[in-house]
């Protein structure tokens, strides 16, 4: 018997079956070949959030929960993080390798050089309320883009791709800033091509009346710090959305207004916002044992903590708390700091929180230092969905040229009516509505 194989005995049948294990894994659709007669259907898997299904082969970023192990293309996040620049990380993400040094100026500039909007987008943007959410503005300009490039649905040329990539990439930091500026009530900066991608972006949400906008260098580092830590993250619930809307080939422009969407929820990029409010609901690092007390009752969850994969210490919150040190020496430390640390201390060290293995992840620290930053809660998914933009097109672009890949399609268990006889409208009584829980 072949060693990378699983024997299955059905013991409905006695039937003995052998299927091949191949990268730890057995392909779901052999399964169907365990059927108690002709008219079964076969055995499906049954695996709600898809909790221990691959969707996909991949080869852009490995995670390992357990060693806290996080790598695009091969690189530890750590080393990408002290060394590179987000636009670095973004062409080898894209390209599968680190950028020459020609290669990088030719991709900063192609990059630089579509962080324009067509002025009728700017024009859509003016229809948002004014208490509009930026990341429901954000959402819905990205999709507009569909609207002004209308080749962008040739997503089997290749050229036609990475020219939507580049706009995409390029013009995400002029949407956010906009709708910022849009919130706030302040005109919109058009981008200065002077700038780095950061320093640009930092420009187009603050810029007053100055002549030329000069950004903090250390904010500036840790902006970029910070879209490097985001820039992608394996499968998770955003990425999975724009590989599901892309194997149907709608547009890049709207697959990623789909993926933002999703990233959008406060168990996933909305976090981050979260985490602010929870760290003002304790109000004080005094606060902190009675919050830990309510959430181990069961009432809410410690919000920037806990992850799907990892299960040892994210090793993005390290270096977003080692970020964080350096923009509180520029703007002062404050008091919503002090009860994060408080808060993840206790809970380090607390059975409850150990034995589900929560730690920090991603958004811990990041909703802080947002905020030290200057930053408004509601802007903190906006600057999520800026650098993971690149993850998201890279995993969209990987999954078009996969052979394998098709219409994400999945099945579902039955557990509603057989066949019933239709009742003509005199004979109908009063709905019980269906039990939602
Ligand atoms: C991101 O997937 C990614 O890679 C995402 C991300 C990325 O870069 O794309 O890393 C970014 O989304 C980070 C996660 C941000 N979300 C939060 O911080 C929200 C709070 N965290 C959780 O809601 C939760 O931890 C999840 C959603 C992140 C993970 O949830 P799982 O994997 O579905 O785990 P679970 O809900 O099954 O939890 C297992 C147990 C449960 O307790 P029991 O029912 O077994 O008693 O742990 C508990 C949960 O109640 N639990 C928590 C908790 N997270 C899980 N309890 C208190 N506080 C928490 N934060």
Redo the contacts with the bound molecule.
Sequence with gaps: MPLDTLTITDNRTGQIYTLPIENGTIRAIDLRKIKTGHDDFGLMTYDP?F?NTASCRSAITY?DGDKGILRYRGYPIEVLAEHCTYLEVAYLLLFGELPTQSELKTWVFEITHHTMLHETTKKFMEGFRDFAHPMAMLVSTVAALSTVYPDAKNVHDPDTRLLQIKRLIGKMPSIAAMSYRHMVGFPYVYPDNDLTYTENFMNMLWKMVEPKYVANPVIARALDILFVL?AD???????NTMRAVGSAQADPYLATASAASA?SG????G?NE??LRMLDEIGSKNNVPAYIKK?KE?K???????????KNY?P?AKIIKWAADQVFEVTGRNARLEIALELERIALEDDY?VQ?K?YP????YSGIMYQAMGFKPEMFTVL?AIP?TVGWLTQWQEMIVDPEQKIARPRQIWIGHDTREFVPMEKRGKTEAVLQK
Excluded: W
């Excluded at 992840?361 to 811990?364: E, H």
């Design positions: 959030a909790t995670i985001h993250h394996e499968q998770n619930c955003s990425t990233l406060p168990l996933h990029g976090a979260e985490v959430i069961g809410g969850k410690l919000m920037g903590f806990g992850h799907r994969v990892y994210d993005r929180f589900r929560l992840n991603v958004d811990f999520f993971r």
